[in-house]
């Protein structure tokens, strides 16, 4: 059956330490993968996006892995804040009708 | 950048009745809108995908009489549950793609609580 399983239901780091997020994933073929941050609430917000030709993305303190070999992506956020605590998602574009499938969701709480 | 508006962020209804939520486009065309249902520390499922001037696209499992959606413009798309009930409590979000962009746009969601 098709999975996308996200690492611990929660993830407490310090802040100014880096935050790694795992995204596996079984029986899809992903043309590309994103990453979206959801607060308590709110609906998810785009953070970033790589292709299944890409190994790695970055944007400002944000690095994005991708290993279709593993089925799997990492997640990073360099020198962690208080504000960057909240779930973060992946989800799959598989090309199926422009649809998304997300992942269980992180938990991450960044403390002082 | 990109903005969708989603009406109500809440509501409260009795068993047996409707409740419509409105996802509105603000500044880009969207032909077709992904609507979503949340429960409690889950994730994001997928429930149907609306299509500008034609039917919408269900899941599996997910009843089509009992959610009723309606893309009647470029900028509008509607989520009607109709005879709530309890069990239909969750958190209903939108979204769509703005032309040009790989990153999905999405409301800020409807809590809808069935009493």
């Known amino acids: 059956s098709q999975k996308i399983e996200q690492n611990s239901e929660a993830l407490n780091i310090q802040e100014g330490k880096t935050a790694t997020l795992t995204c596996n994933y079984t029986n899809y073929s992903p043309a590309y993968l994103q990453w979206y941050r959801q607060d308590p609430g709110r609906g998810p917000v785009f953070l970033l996006l790589?292709?299944?030709?890409?190994k790695e993305k970055r944007k400002e303190r944000l690095k994005v892995t991708f290993d279709t070999t593993l089925k799997q992506s990492l997640f990073h956020i360099t020198a962690s804040q208080p504000a960057d605590s909240a779930t973060y998602l992946c989800a799959l574009y598989t090309g199926t009708a422009s649809k998304l499938t997300f992942g269980t969701g992180t938990r991450l709480q960044v403390t002082l | 950048g990109a903005v969708v508006s989603q009406h109500p962020s809440w509501v409260i209804c009795k068993s047996g009745t409707s409740v419509k939520i409105e996802c509105r486009s603000l500044?880009?065309?969207?032909?077709?809108m992904f609507w979503y249902r949340q429960f409690p520390k889950q994730s994001l499922m997928l429930m149907a995908t609306s299509n500008e001037g034609s039917k919408a696209t269900y899941e599996q499992g997910v009843e089509k009489d009992k959610f009723l959606i309606n893309h009647a413009s470029l900028t509008l798309s509607t989520l009607t549950v109709t005879s709530a009930h309890p069990e239909d409590s969750s958190f209903y979000i939108c979204s769509g793609l703005p032309g040009g962009s790989y990153g999905y746009t999405f409301g800020s969601g409807t809590r809808l609580t069935v009493v």
């Open positions: 790589i292709r299944e030709n890409e």
């Open positions: 500044d880009f065309q969207a032909t077709t």
